[in-house]
């Protein structure tokens, strides 16, 4: 029996806003959180100017830690997609339970699962029955075959434009805030056709580190990168330390084209 039957007919070939996948690289940033329609606002403007594909921002945030700020909830979606339809960019944002879909796809361009519920199979069934485009981490613990039978899950119920995001696993190396497993970026176009992205930014937990990750991730051959970028990073009210300013943010999606235009020109896969 084909464990991934439903994952195999998958293709790449879909759009977010007016941009296929496959069709070049596809760069996706904003803050961790949505913490103003100011905060987001500016966030857009940079990425905008930067050429940036999508914004991102968490409007729903799962904290380990119940007294961290856990997000706007749907004010944040609003100014999420404000800032969108403003700067022209498609947005994405994390939904954490099936009950939040109904809302979300009023705001969203394509939903994110992130990495604490790559098994939450519930949500996963609920958003395979969404036609809105998925963006699905791996668990901090999964292994490349248990992240694919989870998407398998969102597959089965008809959704088929799933991005697959390597954003780092735990190991027992703590010099980073995770170990990013760029070596799943081959096997997982070894064995299925979906589009695959990483987010240094998690894997990092650094902004110094996140550049070298990212140029690496792409010439492992990912399709595209989600990463965090805030106007302030300083007075970001969540993951302070990992996120670009926007000097960073413009001077890395210059050095990613040139890195993915050198891959492309040589097939280097």
């Not at 699962?113 to 485009?133: C, D, M, T």
């Not at 926007?246 to 993915?260: I, P, S, V, Y």
């Amino acid at each position: 029996m084909n464990k991934l039957k439903n994952l195999r007919n998958c293709r790449p070939n879909f759009k977010i806003g007016s941009k296929e996948l496959g069709t070049g690289l596809f760069i996706i940033a904003g803050p961790c959180a949505v913490e103003s329609r100011e905060q987001i606002m500016e966030s857009a403007k940079i990425i905008s100017e930067a050429g940036a594909d999508m914004l991102r921002g968490g409007a729903f945030k799962p904290r380990t830690s119940i007294h961290s700020f856990q997000g706007l909830g749907e004010k944040g979606l609003k100014f999420l997609k404000e800032a969108g339809l403003k700067y022209g960019l498609p947005v994405v944002s994390e939904i954490t339970s099936a009950e939040q879909i109904k809302t979300a796809e009023k705001y969203l361009d394509a939903f994110q699962i992130g990495a604490r519920n790559v098994q939450n199979y519930e949500l996963l069934k609920a958003v395979g029955k969404s036609k809105k485009p998925v963006l699905f981490k791996n668990g901090l613990g999964t292994t490349t075959e248990e992240w694919l039978n989870a998407a398998e899950y969102i597959a089965s119920g008809g959704n088929h434009k799933i991005i697959l995001v390597q954003r780092g696993i735990r190991t027992f190396e703590d010099s980073t805030r995770f170990t990013l497993d760029i070596s799943s970026v081959p096997v997982i176009k070894s064995r299925v056709n979906l589009p695959v992205f990483i987010d240094p930014s998690h894997a990092a937990g650094s902004s110094k580190l996140v550049p070298p990750l990212a140029i690496a991730g792409i010439a492992a051959g990912a399709d595209g990168i989600l990463v965090e970028v805030h106007p302030s990073p300083e007075k970001a009210m969540s993951d302070q330390k990992q996120q670009l300013n926007g000097r960073e943010f413009t001077l890395l999606a210059e050095k990613l084209r040139k890195t993915h235009k050198f891959i492309e020109a040589y097939k280097l896969h």
